[in-house]
Every structure is written in structure tokens, then in C-alpha cells.
């Protein structure tokens, strides 16, 4: 017997449709009320049969991610905030352990991917992190600051070029949906902001060490704000 051989797991195309679409959605890329694309281009940009869809998306409407309408005006839109913020507390109080999981997890691949950044970025990478990073200051909402900090995070993913760490670090916001009820004020906002403006201008000026230590820093204040969202020691 070979060690460590796992049966492989059958996976039906829906259920492939399902993940692809939840992992989507636990980005924070789609926004609360909005509309997906009509299913024709959906199942075309998913490489998926309208039947498949149909499939994946009931799943998704029956679990609380969608709602669908019918009638003239009709199609799939993402559910209202609460309704996804019960989802994701749901989510977490199945497994509290999760989120000192996830921190772990961020904290072995978000500093090297920060180094590898500082060493490797090109002006296209920094535009992607300048511009997420302004996006983050002008969240308004808790849904929009959920998506400005993930395309942060995978900006950062894709300046390492590195693919493992940046499936690494997209797989931890996947993992971790977690959708704050409040923005804090600006100046608040702004010292929690700084370490992120430091990871920046360290990949910028290629100083690795500087964006290492920078995107630990982050770590650190997410673990904060975390605390105060789901409550962990």
C-alpha cells in the first residue's frame, strides 16, 4: 500500500460550479443586491452547461448566497448583507478554530510573498496595490471593504510572482469570510491603514526585509480586528 493515498474524491460538474461561484463570492468580488451575469454568459465563463448553472446556482440560492427574481426585471443577485454576514457568522461558529487557522496560515506565506514582491514588482503590480489601497480608504460599507482588501491581498499574491503563493494567499481569503458590520471612522482607519501604505513603499523601493516585516504588521492588526468581530482569545 502506498503511504498517505487518499480515494479520490468524485466531483460532479455542478458541485465544481458551486465552488467556483462560493469561492467568488467569499472574495467579496461581488457585492451585496448585485446582479449576476445572465446565465447564457455565465455558463459560457464558467466553461459549464446552462443545466449545470441552473444546478449550481440553486445550490447557491438554497445555502443563502443568491436570491433569484423572477418576472421582467428578474435574474440572480447576491443577497442582502445581513443575510450574508448571518452566513458567514454561521460559518465560524461551526468552527471558531478557523480563524487562528487561517492567521497561521497567512502569516507562512503573506511576509516571503511580500519579499518576493519587493524583489520582483513590475509598475503593473504597483498600480494593482495603489489602487486597491485607495479603495480601502474610501470603503464606505463593510461589503466594499471586504472586496478592496482582497483584491489588496491578491495584488500582493500576483506581485510575488510565484503562483503557489499567490493561490496560497487567495485560498486564505476564501477560507476566512468574514464581513465587519462597521467601518471605523477615518482617523482610526488611517493608523490601521499605515502598515499597508509601508508594505507598498517597501516593495516599491525593493527593500525586502522592510515588506516582510510590513506584511506581518497587517497580520497583526487583522488579528485585532478579527477579535473584535468573532471573538477569539
Known amino acids: 500500500m502506498l503511504w498517505g493515498l487518499q480515494p479520490v474524491e468524485q466531483q460532479s460538474a455542478y458541485g465544481l460550479t458551486v465552488e467556483a461561484l462560493r469561492r467568488h463570492v467569499h472574495l467579496g468580488l461581488l457585492l451585496q443586491g448585485e446582479q449576476l451575469p445572465p446565465e447564457r454568459a455565465l455558463a459560457v465563463q464558467l466553461g459549464v452547461s446552462r443545466v449545470t448553472l441552473r444546478e449550481a446556482l440553486r445550490v447557491m440560492e438554497t445555502e443563502g448566497y443568491f436570491v ?14 445581513n443575510a450574508l454576514r448571518d452566513l458567514s457568522h454561521r460559518r465560524i461558529s461551526r468552527d471558531p478554530a478557523m480563524v487562528m487557522r487561517v492567521l497561521e496560515f497567512r502569516e507562512a506565506n503573506e511576509p516571503p510573498a511580500a519579499r518576493h514582491a519587493a524583489a520582483r514588482r513590475t509598475p503593473t503590480d504597483i498600480s494593482a ?18 472586496r478592496a482588501e482582497s483584491m489588496f491581498y491578491l495584488a500582493l499574491g500576483a506581485a510575488s510572482h510565484n503562483p503557489l ?44 526585509d522592510d515588506a516582510e516585516q510590513a506584511a506581518r504588521q497587517l497580520i497583526a492588526a487583522d488579528r485585532i480586528r478579527l477579535r473584535d468581530i468573532v471573538g477569539f482569545a
Open 129 to 146: 496595490l495603489e489602487s486597491a489601497f485607495n479603495a480601502i480608504q474610501c470603503a464606505d460599507d463593510g461589503a466594499t471593504l471586504r
Open 68 to 81: 433569484v427574481r423572477r418576472g421582467a426585471k428578474g435574474g440572480v443577485f447576491m443577497n442582502e448583507i
Open 165 to 208: 503563493l499567490s493561490k496560497s494567499i487567495e485560498d486564505a481569503l476564501v477560507s476566512l469570510f468574514v464581513l465587519p458590520e462597521t467601518i471605523p471612522d477615518r482617523s482610526l482607519r488611517t493608523a490601521a491603514l499605515e502598515p499597508a501604505r509601508q508594505l507598498i513603499d517597501s516593495i516599491k523601493t525593493r527593500r525586502g
